[in-house]
């Protein structure tokens, strides 16, 4: 009897979805309704997401020309409680009036989120998560290139996007490429186009450059709680914007950087969520393999990002492992590593896992990119060494002694640190011989395993790291 009440419960539970989908179904009739009376910011929470709902909610709504340029209401409306200093994610007029689409998240979609994200859907994310943002350094500045990394495992992923952001600044947006004196001259203007596109860039990757999903916080619940879902604040309010084309997305996040790079906007995770519907579950569950199951590891009362995740920034494929192509482990399961070579690179060095290292080394795919420039996982902590010689990989010769820029994001840095490498004096072997020599620095060992036996000169500058 229990199990034909249960059966019947799932029948109505899906009618009632199909019936919700159908009337989503409906974006003309939801952006005459956006279009007209915009979206309101208040702490009401809306359990209905059928078109005929949503049209009473937002009867009463304020007109996006009512806000001000900086998204403020006025004075008055402020002194009387009814609206919010800020608003942060009202949608104006001219997006709502365009050809993307846009979609609330169901609650099977938020599920499916957090088991791709915690493997479970009790867990949350913690408060240096959702406090983090993409913030850029000052512009005109020495480090007006870089953006200031904010703490806990949310460091992975603003430090990958810095990847892509510098690839952007040095390489891909003039053919004649750049250098760090350019670097130090990004103007503010600069700064919002260049993370605009390493957003874009890494989502439309992500994507098979073939669609992105943009993940937007609105005021709303879409779905009603239940016991089976950890309701957090952040996923049942999101609306997901679709775009198939690279340049429409890319416009879509400079019109709407303050979703990323504000404080508050919870910047991070939400890149995160698009990054995730971007590639979707499918694309995901055959990207892992028998070694991740999910995204993100407790570890310290901290949740630190793993290699998959980084891997889906730096590549666009989700690959557990680091490794070129496929190998099978211990249990002889086929372990996915890196298919093609990247534009970007990374390097790890970790000597408390020495052991470890060995089995899981870096393969060439990620060690010898497209670009000079590499994601650094050296003994846990993230950094960057990049080059601004785009012709440092594609010729052999330029490897006898070149120099490199590091970058670590800590606070106490100023501007990036050059170091000179060279390849061919073996000063670093004979210096293994000496006893009374200094121990070698983590970064340091980082580099060789790049290149092998190379000896780096600080320039200067007190050693660090």
């Known amino acids: 009897m229990d199990k034909e009440v249960s059966h019947e419960n799932h029948s109505f539970r899906e009618m009632e979805l199909d019936e919700i989908a159908r009337k989503i179904s409906d974006l003309d009739k939801w952006r005459r309704i956006f279009s007209y009376h915009g979206l309101k910011i208040n702490s009401t929470t809306h359990q209905g997401v059928g078109v005929e709902h949503t049209q009473e909610k937002f009867q ?19 002194e009387q409680g009814r609206y919010p200093s800020k608003v942060f994610y009202s949608f104006p007029e001219p997006l709502i009036n365009s050809k993307w689409g846009c979609l609330p998240v169901s609650l099977a979609m938020a599920m499916g989120l957090q088991k791709i994200l915690f493997g479970n859907t009790e867990c949350n994310f913690n408060h240096d998560w959702k406090k983090s943002y993409f913030k850029f350094h000052e512009p ?23 990847v892509n952001i510098l690839k952007y600044l040095l390489f891909t947006r003039s053919e004649k490429g750049s250098n760090l004196y350019s ?32 993940c937007g916080i609105t005021s709303e619940t879409y779905f009603p709680s239940r016991r089976d879902f950890q309701a957090e604040g952040l996923t049942e309010p999101l609306l997901l914007f679709e775009f198939l084309e690279k340049k429409d997305a890319k416009k879509f996040i400079f019109d709407h950087l303050q979703w990323f790079k504000e404080e508050g906007s919870h910047g991070v995770i939400l890149f995160l969520y698009s990054l995730l519907f971007s590639r979707t579950f499918e694309r995901l569950q055959k990207d892992l393999d028998i070694s991740t199951t999910h995204l993100l590891q407790p570890s310290g009362g901290n949740l630190i990002c793993r290699q998959a995740i980084l891997n889906l920034i730096l590549t666009g494929q989700a690959s557990p492992q680091v490794f070129n192509g496929y190998q099978q482990g211990s ?8 298919l093609t070579r990247s534009e970007v690179g990374y390097l790890q060095w970790d000597k408390d896992n020495l052991e470890q290292q ?41 490897e006898h002694q070149f120099g490199l820029y590091f970058y670590t994001g800590h606070p106490s840095q100023k501007k990036a640190a050059y170091l000179t490498v060279d390849t061919h004096s073996h000063h670093w072997e004979e210096d293994q011989h000496n006893e009374n020599c200094v121990p070698e620095r983590p970064v340091e060992m980082v580099i060789r395993t790049k290149w092998k036996g190379a000896s780096v000169n600080w320039n200067g500058t007190l050693p660090f790291f």
Request: net charge positive.
């Open 183 to 214: 670097l130090c001259r990004t103007s503010h203007r600069e700064q919002k186009e260049a993370l605009s596109t390493a957003l874009a860039d890494t989502l439309w990757t992500a994507g098979e450059k073939q669609k992105v999903i943009i």
């Open 140 to 162: 005109s500045s020495d480090l007006s290139f870089a953006l200031e990394i904010g703490k806990g495992g949310s460091r992975a992923i603003q430090m990958a996007v810095q």
């Open 331 to 338: 249990s002889q399961d086929l372990l996915h590593g890196v």
């Open 60 to 78: 009463d709504c304020p007109k996006p020309a009512d806000y001000g340029q900086d998204g403020t209401r006025s004075l008055q409306d402020k």
């Open 358 to 398: 060995k089995l899981s080394q870096v393969g060439s795919m990620l060690k010898t990119p497209k670009f000079p420039i590499w994601l650094c996982n050296i003994n846990g902590t993230y950094s960057i060494l990049f080059s601004d010689n785009k012709l440092l990989l594609s010729d052999w010769k330029m």
